[in-house]
Nanobody, 127 residues
Framework: QVQLVESGGGLVQAGGSLRLSCVAS????????MGWFRQAPGKEREFVAA????????YYADSVKGRFFVSRDNAKNTVYLQMNSLKPEDTAVYYC????????????????????WGQGTQVTVSS
C-alpha cells in the first residue's frame, strides 16, 4: 500500500512558477513509476508528466513540454513537478500517482495504469 500526499499548489499569476511535491509513504517508493495528472472543472483527467522508477526516463504532455519538469528523490520518497511559465489553461487540480509494471512508453500516459493516487492540490493561474 502506498499513500501519496501532494502539496505546493496555490494561486499564481500567468508567467509565474510553482513547484508541486508529492510525498509517498512506504519503503518501496523507488520501485514505482510516478505520474502527474490534472483535472480542470468539466474536463477529463489528463496526463501531465511522468518519471520512471529510476528517474532515468521522463515523459511530458505536449502542452507542458519545455515548461514543466518532473524529478524525484528516492531517498526522500518524493516526486516533484516544477511548473514554469504558467498559463491560465494550466488551472486544475493536480494529482500524483504511483504505478508498477509500466513496460511500454504509452503506459505512462494512461490513468488506469496507476495503482495509487493522492488527494490532489489546486493550482490556479490568473491572467
Amino acid at each position: 500500500q502506498v499513500q501519496l500526499v501532494e502539496s505546493g499548489g496555490g494561486l499564481v499569476q500567468a508567467g509565474g512558477s510553482l513547484r508541486l511535491s508529492c510525498v509517498a509513504s512506504g519503503r518501496t517508493f523507488s520501485s514505482y513509476a510516478m505520474g502527474w495528472f490534472r483535472q480542470a472543472p468539466g474536463k477529463e483527467r489528463e496526463f501531465v508528466a511522468a518519471i520512471s522508477w529510476s528517474g532515468g526516463n521522463t515523459y511530458y504532455a505536449d502542452s507542458v513540454k519545455g515548461r514543466f519538469f518532473v524529478s524525484r528523490d528516492n531517498a526522500k520518497n518524493t516526486v516533484y513537478l516544477q511548473m514554469n511559465s504558467l498559463k491560465p489553461e494550466d488551472t486544475a487540480v493536480y494529482y500524483c500517482a504511483a504505478a508498477q509494471g509500466l513496460y511500454y512508453y504509452n503506459d505512462y500516459f494512461k490513468p488506469y495504469k496507476y495503482d495509487y493516487w493522492g488527494q490532489g492540490t489546486q493550482v490556479t493561474v490568473s491572467s
